[in-house]
């Protein structure tokens, strides 16, 4: 079965840019959308396909997916940017979500 | 303005039966597929399945085919998952989410969650 592949954590300082990972085999032959979710929240649709931003969420947050990883960029991070982070695709029907990423602001 | 609200939360005991539901409000919910998605304690997301209140296609996946039912009532707007015989390990927040269709498309409203605990 496909599986995606997040690093546990990453951390970045305040106003630098985080990178978060997702790998898949050939995972950039399809549409990767990512989630973000605070504690005690529901998640949140961040990007859409790859690098789509839905309405409301700030320019801030971009990805691109090629070959093997799609990445997910926070750019300027923010306090309020700590949450852990999901990416998801559909693969023949089931749909699957990444292991999750916890993303620290220092 | 799209909703999805879920009811709340539940504690069961192992053996009983359970449906939680989840209404939409603020879009066609005949239009859109319903997705279920697990959050056991402490863990990642794990997809449950689908449902197309249009027609009740629903897809599972293979991980809860026949662990749950998913099923619909458009009349009312709600979307439903329940368990004949509740586990300790169904324990877990479940969310609903909206998609426009299996295959490709992201969750892109999702419920407040409902949380499920199950203990003797």
């Known amino acids: 079965s496909y599986e995606l592949t997040q690093p546990l954590s990453v951390s970045v300082a305040l106003g630098q840019t985080a990178r978060i990972t997702c790998g898949g085999n050939n995972i950039g032959s399809k549409n990767v959308h990512w989630y973000q979710q605070k504690p005690g929240q529901a998640p949140v649709l961040v990007i859409y396909?790859?690098?789509n931003r839905p309405s409301g969420i700030p320019e801030r947050f971009s990805g691109s997916n090629s070959g093997n990883t799609a990445t997910l960029t926070i750019s300027r991070a923010q306090a309020g940017d700590e949450a852990d982070y999901y990416c998801?695709?559909?693969?023949?029907?089931?749909?699957?979500f990444g292991t999750g990423t916890k993303v620290t602001v220092l | 303005e799209v909703q999805l609200v879920q009811s709340g939360a539940e504690v069961k005991k192992p053996g009983e039966s359970l449906k939680i539901s989840c209404k939409g409000s603020g879009y066609s919910f005949t239009s859109y597929w319903i997705g279920w998605v697990r959050q056991m304690p402490g863990k990642g997301l794990e997809w449950m399945g689908i449902?197309?209140?249009?027609?009740?296609?629903?897809r599972y996946s293979p991980s809860f085919q026949g662990q749950v039912t998913i099923s619909a009532d458009k009349s009312i707007s709600t979307a439903y998952l329940q368990w004949s015989s509740l586990k300790a390990s169904d324990t877990a927040m479940y969310y609903c989410a909206r998609l426009d269709g299996p295959g490709g498309p992201p969750f892109d409203y999702w419920g407040q969650g409902t949380l499920v605990t199950v203990s003797s």
């Open positions: 449902i197309y209140p249009g027609d009740s296609d629903t």
């Open positions: 998801q695709v559909w693969d023949s029907s089931p749909l699957i």
């Open positions: 396909r790859d690098s």
